[in-house]
């Protein structure tokens, strides 16, 4: 398996629920992130981890909670989450250099979509 | 705060018609700009960067500062040219790249 996978492709879950995506990079990247895509907004960043160390956290409501245990996985551990969180979530990596003629380059997996009942 | 505008959802073009996306920013410091597709089926992926200045599959875009523009643009549509356009701006600073998305316009290129 090459490039971004993201597990599961679908999922649906109550709001007492609690659930995990999961994402893996097999292209030697240092940077993971999570977007979430929802309808008719623009695609919005959630977190980011560079060297297993989270770097940005976009005021994301704390019932996600990131998991970055080594540069290739990312999950996304959910729970009591509400109707309005459910959306695409999207896993990219980069490789964190500019200097590695990537600049600006994510690569990104197809994507979990969520619905929260 | 950062912001990118694509005021077009849709766009329609013929075939062989030149295509024209529009893409906005908003954004005090001095920025990077991409543009990002994603065709059916596919998953998102870059398309260009206005720091290589390179045209790829026929495509351009200029950063006019004035006007506060990345417009992409294609003299000649084709039918593979249909997708989903996202318009992105960086705020990387040689660190991580925190793209800030548009929206994104559905092209859609008429035979």
């Known amino acids: 398996e090459t490039g971004v996978t993201q597990t599961p492709r679908h999922l649906v879950m109550g709001m007492t629920n609690k659930k995990s995506l999961k994402c893996e990079q097999h292209?030697?990247?240092?940077?993971m992130y999570w977007y979430k895509q929802s309808a008719k907004k623009p695609l919005e960043l959630m977190f980011v981890?560079?060297?297993?160390?989270?770097?940005e956290n976009n005021s994301v409501p704390s019932r996600f909670s990131p998991e970055c245990p080594n540069s290739s996985h990312l999950f996304l551990h959910l729970h009591t989450l509400q109707p309005e969180d459910s959306a695409l979530y999207l896993c990219?990596?980069?490789?964190?250099?500019?200097?590695?003629?990537?600049?600006?380059?994510?690569?990104f997996g197809e994507g979990s979509r969520l619905t929260v009942l | 705060a950062q912001r990118v505008t694509q005021p077009e959802k849709l766009l329609s073009v013929f075939k062989g018609a030149p295509v024209e996306l529009k893409c906005n920013y908003s954004?005090?410091?001095?920025?990077?700009l991409f543009w990002y597709v994603q065709y059916s089926r596919q998953r998102l992926q870059l398309l260009l960067r206005?720091?290589s200045r390179e045209s790829i599959k026929g495509f351009t875009a200029d950063l006019n500062k004035g006007e506060t523009s990345f417009h992409l643009k294609k003299p000649f549509a084709q039918e593979e040219d249909s997708a989903m356009y996202y318009c992105?701006?960086?705020?990387?600073?040689?660190?991580?790249?925190?793209?800030?998305f548009g929206t994104g316009t559905r092209l859609t290129i008429i035979p």
């Open positions: 954004y005090s410091g001095s920025p990077e």
């Open positions: 292209l030697g990247h240092n940077a």
């Open positions: 206005h720091i």
């Open positions: 992105a701006l960086s705020l990387s600073n040689f660190g991580n790249e925190k793209l800030t």
């Open positions: 990219a990596s980069s490789q964190e250099s500019q200097a590695s003629g990537n600049f600006g380059e994510l690569f």
């Open positions: 981890y560079n060297f297993k160390e989270q770097t």
